[in-house]
T-cell receptor, first 114, second 114 residues
């Protein structure tokens, strides 16, 4: 059984650029959630995808968008990057969307915006 | 709005003692609560889930309590070891767009001295 993987591990961008982060869910999991974790803070919920549809969104602007593919891998896209977008981006998969399940997290992508 | 509070100060204890971490919440009645462990530069790892109708849950050296009257969860690690040193996050469910999503506290860092 393969765990959750994310790519790239680290990324440096400049303000105003766009970035795409990728996540491969754990085998058999149809739900993926994305989180932003600033230094010294807990993960903040960005959005969730269930069977390729967005299934809930946190307090993030529309320039944060996502996709989930038929094989349940997913992407997080961030447009018009701002300095405050610098953070660890985590994806987590779970076996269904109902929520009362443990989430399996990937190792994260460290994004630095200069 | 919903608020989750974990002690931001690190907890520093001697090996062999019991570590007790606190998670308080306000303005919400969660259906369940989860605890995760996070090591530096890595994604959180699920430890325990407790539901609102459960008072206590145990797993090996770990114990979680859930007091819905006090709006508090306590997380205990008995016979602590240096390998238990990490940041511990509590997370509550929140109903977002017709299903439950996880909202995390900012975590408490535990340091176990040999």
């Amino acid at each position: 059984e393969t765990g959750v993987t994310q790519s790239p591990t680290h990324l440096i961008k400049t303000r105003g650029q766009q970035v795409t982060l990728r996540c491969s869910s754990q085998s058999g999991h149809n739900t993926v959630s994305w989180y932003q974790q600033a230094l010294g803070q807990g993960p903040q919920f960005i959005f969730q995808y269930y069977r390729e549809e967005e299934n809930g969104r946190g307090n993030f602007p529309p320039r944060f968008s996502g996709l989930q593919f038929p094989n349940y891998s997913s992407e997080l896209n961030v447009n018009a990057l701002e300095l405050d977008d610098s953070a660890l981006y985590l994806c987590a998969s779970s076996p269904d969307e109902r929520g009362a399940n443990e989430q399996f997290f990937g190792p994260g992508t460290r994004l630095t915006v200069l | 709005s919903q608020k989750i509070e974990q002690n931001s100060e690190a907890l520093n204890i001697q090996e062999g003692k019991t570590a007790t971490l606190t998670c308080n919440y306000t303005n919400y009645s969660p259906a369940y609560l989860q605890w995760y462990r996070q090591d530096p530069g890595r994604g959180p790892v699920f430890l325990l889930l407790i539901r609102e109708n459960e008072k206590e849950k145990r797993k090996e050296r770990l114990k979680v309590t859930f007091d819905t009257t006090l709006k508090q969860s306590l997380f205990h690690i008995t016979a602590s070891q240096p390998a238990d040193s990490a940041t511990y996050l509590c997370a509550l469910d929140k109903f977002v767009d017709s299903s439950y999503k996880l909202i995390f506290g900012s975590g408490t860092r535990l340091l176990v001295r040999p």
